[in-house]
């Protein structure tokens, strides 16, 4: 069974750092494009980040550029966001996707960052 | 910036259908895939390119895509089907664009 599983998320202050982690199971890893996708608690997704299969090209959403980083390790089955420079703005609940050519047919539950002081 | 544009809510009377609309100037041309949210719940593939369903979709779950409109067909709607649904698509520049989202109501 195809599985991914977030973890990492929490209460941080404004301009603070989080490292998120989501860890796959039940499929080759390594095979498939990654996402991150976020949701600010009652609206709608967003699309954060993706990465290919071996880490090469990573794509960003505008708004998260020079703050987030992607990033996997392919022999852990593990794929990360690291979260810098937090806003309020970025109070959301962060969910790992499988991406299959264009579409995400695999979602963890989400981990929920919230940015408050 | 490429936006898809969803009805806020949408309503059906159980077991007739809905119809869920996506729309952009030229959607036709993009595929167009669909996620059902259910209320607390992470958000599930219901339809991908446009009129392919996934392995346990039922088929009470169609999905079409024409023009400047895409949309998704649920027959014979059910209280499960309640829940909250997004187009997206992948666009050249804007890469993953979801829609805004429809809250189905089936009454």
């Known amino acids: 069974e195809v599985q991914v599983v977030e973890s990492g998320g929490g209460l941080v202050q404004p301009g603070g750092s989080l490292r998120l982690s989501c860890a796959a199971s039940g499929f080759t890893f390594r095979s498939f494009w990654m996402s991150w996708v976020r949701q600010v608690p009652g609206k709608g997704l967003e699309w954060v980040a993706n990465i290919n299969e071996d880490g090469s090209e990573k794509y960003y959403v505008d708004s998260v550029k020079g703050r987030f980083t992607i990033s996997r390790d392919n022999a852990k089955s593990s794929l990360s966001l690291q979260v810098n420079s937090l806003r309020a703005e970025d109070t959301a609940v962060y969910y790992c996707?499988?991406?299959?050519?264009?579409?995400?047919?695999?979602w963890g539950r989400g981990t929920l960052v919230t940015v408050s002081s | 910036s490429y936006e898809l544009t969803q009805p806020l809510s949408v309503s059906v009377a159980l077991g007739q259908t809905a119809r869920l609309t996506c729309e952009r100037n030229n959607i036709g041309n993009y595929n167009v895939h669909w996620y059902q949210q259910r209320s607390g719940q992470a958000p599930v593939l219901v339809i991908y390119?446009?009129?392919n369903r996934p392995s346990g979709i039922p088929e009470r779950f169609s999905g079409s895509n024409s023009g400047n409109t895409a949309s998704l067909t649920i027959s014979r709607a059910q209280a499960g089907d309640e829940a909250d649904y997004y187009c997206?698509?992948?666009?050249?520049?804007?890469?993953?664009?979801f829609g805004g989202g429809t809250k189905l109501t089936v009454l």
């Open positions: 996707a499988r991406e299959t050519w264009g579409y995400f047919d695999s």
């Open positions: 997206q698509v992948w666009h050249s520049t804007t890469l993953v664009v």
């Open positions: 390119r446009d009129n």
